[in-house]
């Protein structure tokens, strides 16, 4: 069974740090895609960072520069750090897994396994 569950959200002030996990179990291919996602209170979710089975990662333009994506292989884990964060990073982020994806991509409906999100909330 696949899963991924998310964790280290929280109550931080602009420009503090967080950093998110994303735990992952039950797949075993060769080429993935993990995910982060994120959907702000009548916003569409909107994606945030990828990263694929080779290392390659993918960012929106709006966290280029402030957020980095990375793997522990060794612990099936996927990071996201978040430096500089604005009141507008505030949301439930979600990580999720494409299965068939041939690289780092943005496009939620190609994941098709999610985790039950983690709320993060940036006060200004």
């Known amino acids: 069974e696949v899963q991924l569950v998310e964790s280290g959200g929280g109550l931080v002030q602009a420009g503090g740090s967080l950093r998110l996990s994303c735990a992952t179990s039950?797949?075993?291919?060769?080429?993935?895609?993990i995910g982060w996602f994120r959907q702000a209170p009548g916003k569409e979710r909107e994606g945030v960072s990828s990263?694929?089975?080779?290392?390659?990662?993918s960012y929106a333009d709006s966290v280029k520069g402030r957020f980095t994506i990375s793997s522990d292989n060794a612990r099936n884990t996927v990071y996201l750090q978040m430096n500089s964060l604005k009141p507008d990073d505030t949301g439930v982020y979600y990580c999720?897994?494409?299965?068939?994806?041939?690289?780092?991509?943005?496009?939620?409906?190609?994941?098709?396994?999610w985790g039950q999100g983690t709320q993060v909330t940036v006060s200004s």
């Open positions: 039950g797949f075993f291919f060769d080429d993935y895609a």
């Open positions: 999720a897994v494409d299965r068939g994806a041939w690289r780092a991509h943005l496009l939620g409906s190609r994941y098709d396994y």
């Open positions: 990263i694929f089975s080779d290392g390659s990662t």
